[in-house]
């Protein structure tokens, strides 16, 4: 298969013949129709998140069953699926309780495993893991979902449990920035945006944005736009100043989520704590969103009330895909949004059910 492939941090990404996945015994084979251009494919090509050499990036995804284990029931070839990023176990303890995206032995396509800059992905676990596509939702739209929307929802509902009528400060308006700004307007937040771009800020606005405040000390201007202070604060960006200012923008008693990824030297960045305690602040993580979750985001978007099209700032080819990654060592803040990258089908590949095979997918590495 055609695949865009590095084999050393910081390498060239290059579109190289790799071998085809195997089916797993209890999963699929998925023809990649799109995939995401993701910061976190960034960071493992940097060397931040380390991942096994030579590897395929690529974790949010759409695309069609064209190999089926013996062991999966729920699924057949020719379904149109998604997946979450997490691939969970389905036998510990949290994925018995719907939470896969923390499962301890999770695998994830473009880190643990090949990801989806490929003409084809192997999933294990499929009857836990793949989600259904409704027929109204094209590969494109589900492949923005795969990572930044998915884990904005989650941030949103399950962690920060937002109400209508309660201030959120998005910091930081790249893909998962902007897709918190669409989710909680359409919960009936008011949504206040912060970032360094002027192109960012408009695309907020028109997604739902009630007020946006440029630059990089933004706290006292939402303290004053919210009449002193978010009840949610959402760090999307993920470095020490975003996270500092985010909590220091909270009213007393809000809440902070952390959905950027700290990596790095922001590992080690230091919180206001002396807030965090004396105004009785939260601070919650937020990673992903398992299959389990995805019906009540689908069905918003069935009714016409989240529209995660409106993200896609650009669309290219697989051939493509590795250039685009390695450009967000300059990203432009004149192309705010999501960039996705479509695969086309080969002519003539006819696919059959099943395809018996042991399981690839050893036990996860954690962290």
């Not at 195997?22 to 799109?34: E, K, N, Q, T």
């Not at 990801?115 to 492949?143: C, H, K, M, W």
């Not at 985010?246 to 590992?267: E, K, Y």
Request: glycine content about 12%; charged content about 15%.
């Amino acid at each position: 298969m055609l695949a865009q492939q590095y084999d050393a941090v910081g390498a060239p990404i290059r579109l190289v013949d790799a071998p085809a996945p195997a089916c797993p015994h209890d999963g699929v084979i998925v023809d990649v129709r799109a995939t995401g251009i993701c910061r976190s494919d960034w960071h493992a090509w940097r060397g931040h998140d380390p991942v096994p050499l030579p590897q395929i990036p690529g974790h949010e995804f759409a695309g069609v069953v064209s190999a089926v284990g013996p062991a999966v029931t729920a699924f057949d070839v020719g379904d149109r699926v998604t997946v979450p990023f997490v691939i969970g176990c389905g036998r510990c303890v949290w994925c018995h309780g719907g939470q896969a995206q923390v499962c301890p032995d999770q695998r994830q396509p473009g880190f643990t495993d090949p990801g989806s800059y490929a003409e084809q992905v192997a999933i294990g676990n499929a009857d836990f893991n793949l989600v259904r596509l409704p027929a109204g939702v094209d590969f494109v739209t589900a492949a923005s979902l795969g990572c930044r929307f998915a884990t904005a929802f989650h941030a949103l509902t399950a962690q920060a449990k937002v109400a209508s009528g309660e201030w959120i400060a998005v910091h930081g308006c790249g893909g998962v920035g902007l897709s918190t700004v669409m989710i909680a307007s359409a919960l009936g937040a008011r949504v206040l945006a912060v970032d360094v771009s002027a192109a960012a800020l408009e695309r907020a606005s028109e997604l739902g944005a009630e007020v946006t405040v440029q630059g990089t000390d933004p706290v006292e201007a939402v303290l004053d736009a919210t009449g002193g202070g978010a009840h949610v604060a959402v760090d999307a960006l993920g470095s020490s100043a975003t996270a500092t200012n985010a909590i220091r923008s909270l009213r007393r008693r809000g809440r902070h989520v952390q959905v950027g990824l700290m990596l790095a030297d922001a590992l080690a960045t230091p919180l206001p704590w002396d807030e965090v305690v004396g105004r009785e602040l939260q601070v919650i993580g937020s990673h992903g969103m398992a299959a389990v979750e995805y019906p009540a985001m689908l069905d918003l978007i069935a009714q016409g009330r989240l529209q995660p099209h409106r993200l896609v700032g650009a669309v290219i080819d697989l051939a493509d895909a590795g250039r685009a990654l390695m450009e967000m060592d300059r990203p432009s803040p004149e192309r705010p949004g999501i960039v996705v990258a479509t695969v086309g089908p080969r002519p003539g590949v006819v696919s059959s059910r099943p395809i018996p095979g042991p399981s690839s997918l050893g036990r996860a590495d954690t962290g």
